[in-house]
């Protein structure tokens, strides 16, 4: 056995990742078995997901559980004996959300400290829960219980005897099940118009490999309560519109020049532009290698990392934008 294989937290581990049937879960599940677990457990409340990516992924380390966070007793079962937690179960559609606010805080606060709760009577080693952007200063339902869901888990890495509890933020993942990028590619195939909120508005990107292989990294490295905000490029919504125009129109033989752009104007809960942190937040945050590390744990040695020099907050609308020929490339990689 090699020594990288040995100094790996997941080697020969048990690890449960809930929401392992969406588009990062199971981007979690497929990286994980790079790292030789002894046993992943993928927990959702989609029937047909797991049903699927059982077919898909055809592993015999990989165990399905049909479960709901919202239900200790789910979580119970899935969670006993387990080593390590990734958290990626949660309503995300801030639309949906918005129109739905008690289911939002029924699985993304209450789901999130059932989870809490049951891996400390289990005591896992880690726990990770997978943030978003949008519990920086939110304005949405999705963002208010996702904060809410990041200070649950942020509490109880600064308590808990034994389990170390972290965050890791993100932005949108492009190419993941309902993303924009996603939305644009079917528009082009059918030959419809690309609907597009606001030409000027914002978003922090990233694909879904990146977003996987940072969590895993950030997970071995984390200390109790810290938040690990990822960095990313950032686009305007209008840019990445064009971009997928170009770039799927060539692969379904479509006329980029014929495919209109509708702009149907932001959407209830949906903000301009996107925080990776407040400024309140970067008062105290560290800049270590690829990511922020908001809430830095006293006994964290940050030799490597520095203070931020400016308390201000980081904004997709205040970092350079990708270009549209960067776009077309980001999006060939998907």
């Known amino acids: 056995m090699s020594a990288s294989r040995r100094e790996s937290i997941y080697d020969g581990s048990r690890i449960l990742v809930t929401g392992g049937t969406g588009s990062i879960g199971l981007e979690l599940v497929q990286t994980l078995l790079r790292h030789h677990p002894k046993e992943i457990r993928v927990l959702s409340n989609d029937e047909n997901g797991l049903f699927e990516a059982s077919n898909f992924l055809d592993s015999p380390i990989v165990k399905y559980y049909l479960g709901d966070v919202r239900d200790s007793r789910s979580i119970e079962r899935a969670m006993s004996s387990c080593d390590i937690v990734f958290h990626a179960a949660a309503l995300k ?40 952007d949008k519990a920086a200063n939110p304005v949405s339902a999705m963002g208010a219980t996702k904060l809410l869901g990041e200070r649950l888990v942020s509490n109880a890495g600064k308590t808990s005897p034994s389990t170390i509890f972290s965050i890791v933020r993100f932005g949108n993942v492009l190419g993941s ?36 292989a940072l969590i895993l990294h950030a997970a071995e490295i984390a200390m109790p309560g810290e938040i690990f905000v990822l960095k990313m490029r950032a686009v305007q919504i209008g840019d990445l519109a064009e971009a997928c125009k170009q770039f799927y129109a060539k692969i379904y033989h479509r006329d980029a020049r014929k495919i209109g ?34 809430n830095p744990h006293p006994r964290r040695s940050l030799e490597d990392a520095k203070p931020l020099l400016h308390a201000q907050s980081i904004a997709s609308n205040l970092v350079p934008p990708a270009e549209r020929k960067e776009i077309i490339s980001f999006l060939s990689k998907l």
């Open 93 to 132: 559609h801030v639309v949906f959300c918005e129109a739905n606010p008690y289911e939002a805080i029924s699985t993304n606060i209450s789901g999130t400290q059932n989870m809490i709760e049951s891996a400390l009577k289990n005591s896992v080693k880690r726990f990770v829960f997978i943030s978003t």
């Open 177 to 212: 099940r309902g993303s924009v990028a996603v939305i644009f590619e079917r528009q082009v195939k059918d030959g419809k118009a690309i609907t597009v909120t606001d030409p000027l508005m914002t978003r922090f990107i990233m694909a879904p490999s990146d977003a996987s």
């Open 261 to 294: 752009t509708r702009v149907t104007g932001a959407q209830p809960g949906e903000k301009m532009h996107e925080l990776l942190m407040t400024a309140d937040e970067a008062a105290g945050a560290y800049d270590f290698r690829k990511y922020f590390i908001i």
